[in-house]
């Protein structure tokens, strides 16, 4: 079955540089979920988009951005890159119309490490 | 978002049940619990969710207090691939809704020994 898919799977930058994370959910889903994880940390939530529209923020830095497009697959664009943004960026997705409780499925998270 | 608590870590041998406790005393008439586990190097994974009813499905099965303070993931027969952070989070679906992020606190470490 398709999964979530995530790319670049890796990706290394330099202080103040930009970066853009891309998201592909499975086909019919309707949401998509940014999730940032630190070396040794639990997932934090970053942003969320249902239909296109943002739908719910979490701990997401103002120099992150995210969107979702036509296609449903999203994007996060992180600029001013700071050594602290080294992490495990996971996107969900799920199919959340008529059903409140769906359950998230995650991909295998883009790596992102500043230097 | 109501608060979870779980043990830090657990250990279980192979082929036997497991039985992974949280505590949720601040739980929400429509909050449902959900349980996620994360594997070693991969993205979380859902394992099961109820609201007042024991469930279960073929990864586990979720047994709920009968005032919902509290609920048991059972796996019933360990092997080393369950070894992972297991977590157990709340998610309103009134005030929050599918599209809402989850919120994952700190989760179980399960060590699995052969």
């Known amino acids: 079955a398709a999964g979530v898919i995530q790319s670049p799977r890796h990706l290394i930058k330099e202080k103040r540089e930009t970066a853009t994370l891309k998201c592909y959910p499975i086909p019919r889903h309707d949401t998509v979920y940014w999730y940032q994880q630190g070396p040794g940390q639990d997932p934090q939530f970053l942003i969320s988009?249902?239909?296109?529209?943002?739908?719910d923020k979490g701990s997401i830095p103002d120099r992150f951005s995210a969107q979702q497009f036509s296609d449903y697959h999203s994007e996060l664009n992180m600029s001013s890159l700071e050594l602290g943004d080294s992490a495990l960026y996971f996107c969900?997705?799920?199919?959340?119309?008529?059903?409140?409780?769906?359950?998230?499925?995650f991909g295998e998270g883009s790596r992102l490490t500043v230097l | 978002d109501a608060k979870t608590t779980q043990p830090n870590s657990m250990e279980s041998n192979e082929e036997e049940p497991v039985h992974l406790p949280c505590n949720h005393s601040?739980?929400?008439?429509?909050?449902?619990i959900h349980w996620y586990r994360q594997l070693p190097s991969q993205g979380p994974e859902y394992v099961i969710h109820?609201?007042?009813s024991n469930v279960n499905n073929r990864m586990a099965s979720l047994a709920i207090a009968e005032d919902r303070k509290s609920s048991t993931l059972i796996l019933h027969r360990a092997t080393l691939r369950d070894a992972a952070v297991y977590y157990c989070i709340l998610r309103d679906v009134v005030t929050g809704g599918g599209a809402d992020g989850l919120t994952f606190g700190k989760g179980t470490h399960l060590i699995i020994q052969p």
């Open positions: 988009f249902y239909e296109k529209m943002q739908s």
């Open positions: 109820g609201l007042t």
């Open positions: 601040t739980i929400s008439g429509t909050d449902y």
């Open positions: 969900a997705s799920s199919f959340v119309l008529g059903e409140l409780t769906g359950e998230l499925f």
